[in-house]
């Protein structure tokens, strides 16, 4: 990928190698925690229906409902089920996604190497595994991470082309590529990277136009559709009455707005994606503005303010394309993860500034790492300020308290992210005095990465074990076995996946009518025991109780009968719950 006039060093493969391998280590922490809410388990049951049933072309949750995106992702988690044992768990369902995590930083480290440095390679290759936005994704078994891979893959790799370098050869491989991210996330991925492409175009003073007179640019989509067309095509023809249905919605109705037909999901303001974009990167992102004014002042030189105006325009596109749609959700911001990194390492690799003006991106640079390092001080001290002089939404007091927790706790952990975040603190400081870029900005980089992995390893899959239903749900499924069971009046993909089977409704347009004559169970939460219908109410036994915490409370089993015999109840406290 290497442009004539960009000064690099490649790395070897056996460092490729190691650096694999180090950011599987790093994003793997937590992998086997419980899923949370929604998104993971339907996502898991579509794995389950690809493994348990055969459903490669129309993957279907316990409720019947098709996967509403290309099945790429699942495919790939299938296999890995099949190879390990055949069984899909937390681990297996998101394994594609550390994988795709880990490929990316290292895709990265080489990409980075080879077009601005060896040593800036490496401390991109650091910011991004300490972007807590990108690690926290690599351990979700959603197709987001397979989705960026792609799509960053495809759009470094267009580099070379789009500086003038024609080769057919590199079309072929960018087209497949591209294919392969349609089939995970659908035709977005062409958007967004033919987007990013035009706006580097622009930042270049080109105008984008000519560029479709040239061959490369439509052998590139030819190739990309007619790999997706390996699984539309059936799709499409396979007489399925909802997946017209549900290629119209996935890829124009959460785009528009609902009162032009839009589904109305997730509708956020203009600026949500920016400000979830900038939250999700801290504090690695406090370091932007540094590499922005170093290109303003020359002290980031010609040779690699090429390299930095693609990066910045795969970081735009992504914010801008997103921001336009109606539909905004936080897993969008992870594309522009990448990017940002690349971006930031830049701004500790600085040359003198031009003639007359002043050196404000190490003056920038400088202050962001010194924030960064007494923040991370501050959050030390924090761990003793008490809880109850915070006010606090429940979700932020409950991470507190597990943070406060951890901290205090002593343990090998805790005294092991003491002593590195006090030491890589201090090695900032010291660095900003002595004026060593480097050491600076991989102190920065242990920062970052410690207090992610303080997060992921630890405070996340805490939190995920006191909200899980899961414990509950082995207890349940002991306790009827196959008899019926409902929930009142919504889906509840966690609560079905942990139970092994669609869970029926008693009310709603999807009501199922309860067998009559024989008794059946229920699980409700507290606050919706009031839209259950009085003659079921009055005929409730309470059989057991979950011990979780936080969330939307605790799910209870009941006994419904028929006749209204007593039932004797089981209560499960918390501590047994989470046995």
């Known amino acids: 990928m290497k442009l004539e006039g960009t000064e690099s060093i490649p790395i070897r493969p056996p460092m490729l190698l190691l ?72 681990v297996r369902a998101r394994i594609v996604s550390l994988m795709a995590g880990a490929a990316l930083a290292t895709i990265v480290l080489a990409w980075t190497a080879a077009n601005c440095g060896a040593t800036e390679g490496w401390l991109a290759f650091l910011f991004l595994l300490g972007i807590y936005g990108y690690s926290s994704r690599a351990t979700l078994a959603l197709t987001d991470m397979l989705m960026t891979l792609f799509a960053m893959s495809a759009y470094l790799a267009m580099f070379p082309l789009l500086n003038g370098v024609e080769s057919p050869r590199r079309a072929r491989w960018v087209g497949i590529i591209l294919g392969l991210g349609v089939l995970t996330k659908g035709p977005v991925v062409i958007v967004l990277v033919g987007l990013a492409a035009a706006i580097y175009l622009l930042m270049k003073s080109e105008n984008p136009i000519p560029i479709l007179r040239r ?5 590139i989509l030819g190739v990309a559709i007619g790999v997706a067309a390996i699984w539309y095509i059936p799709w499409l023809a396979s007489g399925e009455r909802h997946v017209v249905q549900v290629f119209l919605k996935e890829n124009l109705g959460h785009f528009l707005p609902e009162k032009y037909g839009g589904t109305g999901e997730a509708a956020r303001p203009p600026w949500y994606i920016a400000v979830r974009t900038v939250g999700g990167s801290l504090p690695i992102v406090m370091l932007l503005p540094a590499s922005a004014a170093a290109i303003a ?11 930095f105006a693609f990066q910045a325009a795969f970081a735009i596109a ?13 897993d969008y911001i992870l594309p ?12 500790f690799f600085l040359d003198k500034p031009r003639e007359g003006t ?13 924030a960064i390092g007494i923040a991370m001080l501050m959050l030390l001290v924090a761990a003793w300020i008490p809880l109850g002089g ?24 805790s005294l092991a992210f003491i002593a590195l975040t006090v030491s890589a603190s201090a090695t900032v400081l010291i660095a900003i005095w002595r004026r060593n870029q480097i050491a600076q900005g991989v102190a920065v980089g242990v920062l970052a990465i410690a207090g992610t992995l303080l997060m992921t390893a630890s405070i996340r899959p805490a939190l995920e074990r006191e909200r899980t239903p899961k414990p509950f749900l082995a207890l349940v499924k002991a306790r009827i076995e196959d008899a ?19 869970i029926g409704l008693l009310t709603g347009r999807r009501a199922a009518h309860p067998p009559a004559g024989r008794p059946y169970y229920l699980i409700a939460y507290d606050r919706d025991v009031s839209r259950i219908p009085q003659p079921i109410r009055s005929r409730m036994k309470q059989v057991a109780r979950a011990g979780t915490v936080g969330g939307e409370g605790p799910p209870t089993l009941y006994e419904v009968d028929p006749i209204g015999s007593p039932v004797a109840g089981l209560n499960v406290e918390r501590g047994a719950a989470n046995k």
Do not use: H
Not at 297 to 307: C, D, H, S, V
Not at 318 to 330: E, H, I, L, N, P
């Open 484 to 502: 019926p069971v409902f929930l009142i009046y919504a889906r509840n993909y966690e609560l079905s996946y942990y139970l092994g089977r669609g």
């Open 318 to 330: 992504t914010v801008a394309f997103f921001s336009m749609g109606s539909a905004k959700r936080d």
């Open 19 to 90: 650096a694999a391998l180090f950011a599987l280590i790093v994003l793997a922490q937590g992998i086997a925690a419980p899923f949370d809410k929604d998104a993971e388990p339907q996502s898991a049951q579509w794995i389950v229906s690809v493994v348990r049933d055969g459903a490669w072309l129309i993957p279907r949750d316990y409720y019947g409902a098709i996967d509403r995106k290309p099945p790429l992702f699942y495919w790939l988690a299938a296999a890995v089920t099949e190879a390990s044992g055949g069984t899909v768990d937390e």
């Open 297 to 307: 002042t020359g002290e980031i030189g010609l040779n690699r303010r090429r390299a």
């Open 336 to 347: 522009a993860m990448p990017p940002i990194a690349i971006l930031c390492a830049g701004a």
């Open 215 to 219: 061959g490369w640019p439509w052998k």
């Open 358 to 370: 002043m050196r404000w991106g190490a003056r920038l640079r400088d202050g962001a790492s010194a």
């Open 390 to 413: 915070l006010r606090m939404q429940s979700s932020d007091a409950a991470l507190y308290s597990l943070f406060q927790g951890m901290i205090r706790s002593a343990g090998l952990g």
